[in-house]
Each structure stands twice: as C-alpha cells, then as structure tokens.
C-alpha cells in the first residue's frame, strides 16, 4: 500500500511557499476584485499557463541554464517590474464593480502569461517546493507525480485567490469602498511584488 505521507507533505508545502502572497497571487485577487471573476477568466488562465511553463522549465532542469545567462535575470526582473507597475495603475483606475463599464478591458491572457512567467517569486517558490522531498523512487516518475500534483495545485492556489478577491469586492459595493479596495489591492500588488523581488535575491530571476 503507498504511503500517502510523502504526498501530503509536498501537498502542505506548496500550499505555504506556492500560495502565499506574491506578484501573480495578490494580481489575480485584484483583477478579481476590480473586474469580477468572468472577465478576469482570460488573465487567471494566462497566469496558470505561465506559472506552469516555470514548473515544467525547473523540473526539466531548465531554471539553472538558463539564469547562468547574464542577461535572464535581468530581463525578467525588468519585464516583472513593468507588467506589475502597469497592472496595478489599471486596477487602481478601474470602475466600482457596480458601475463596471464594459468598454474598459480587463488585462488579457497575455498579461497574465507574461507576469506567469516573469514572475521572481514562482521560481524560487517552486524550485524550493520541487527539490523538498520525494515522492516515488525512481527519478522520472518522481518529477512526473511531483508535476502532476504541483499543476493541480497552481490552479486551485490561483482560482482560489480570484474568488477571494471577487467575493470581497461584492461585499463593498458603494463606489467610495470599492475605490478603496481597488487602490488598496493596487498597493498591495507592487508592495508584495517588491518583496518578492528582494527575497528573490541575485541568485534567481529577481
């Protein structure tokens, strides 16, 4: 009979590293809040795919060729900084839920594909969960199940967050809150982004 426990220790882990609040968590839970959770379905799926790629690139050995080239970093961090500053200006200025115009376009699959992807925290946060422990004895199937369950859980953490963030935003209504909330979920998104940069280090993307 498998012992499960392997399992639900990885499962345990990823949910504190990968879960807490960063760059692509704290944008999803304001994208919701601004946007709703139907018009934001396009970036929580650019998220996912980009989060995903940055698995499948640090279980494929990828992350460390790649951020041996001197100008990864760098370009990353760059593009990270200016996606995250953009979307959090179209967050701060969108309409109240209640008044949401639908001439104002949410941010789209690609927004949230390139902050996947450019995000400083999901590298380090995923190579930590990767390498925490081991699940099957053979090397491959290892990585595989260690795929398999990280991918569910990259959705549940994102889809998670959005609900959260567009459950609370109904709760405030009122033009004024809501202004708030959108400039306090703004806020959040490049004070967490910044943390994350910081706690990234030289040696990863950030």
């Known amino acids: 009979m498998r012992d499960w426990h392997p399992v639900l220790s990885l499962v345990l882990t990823a949910l504190a590293v990968m879960g807490s609040p960063g760059p692509a968590t704290i944008s999803i839970t304001a994208v919701g809040g601004a946007f709703g959770v139907r018009r934001s379905l396009p970036y929580l799926l650019g998220l996912i795919l980009g989060t995903t790629g940055v698995l499948l690139a640090v279980a494929a050995g990828l992350t460390a060729l790649l951020l041996s080239l001197p100008f990864v970093g760098p370009v990353l961090v760059g593009a990270s900084i200016a996606y995250v500053l953009y979307l959090a ?43 925490a422990s081991r699940i099957a004895a053979d090397p491959t199937v290892d990585a595989i199940q260690k795929i398999a369950v990280l991918t569910v859980l990259i959705v549940a953490i994102h889809v998670a967050w959005l609900l959260a963030g567009a459950t609370f935003a109904r709760l405030l209504r009122h033009p004024i809150a809501s202004r708030i909330v959108n400039l306090a979920l703004a806020a959040a998104l490049v004070l967490f982004s910044l943390l994350a940069l910081l706690h990234a280090g030289p040696s990863a993307p950030g």
């Open 89 to 131: 200006f179209r967050i701060a200025t969108a309409p109240p839920l209640a008044e949401a115009d639908p001439t104002v376009e949410p941010p789209s699959l690609w927004g949230g594909l390139i902050l996947g992807v450019a995000n400083p925290k999901a590298y380090v946060a995923i190579a930590a969960v990767f390498a």
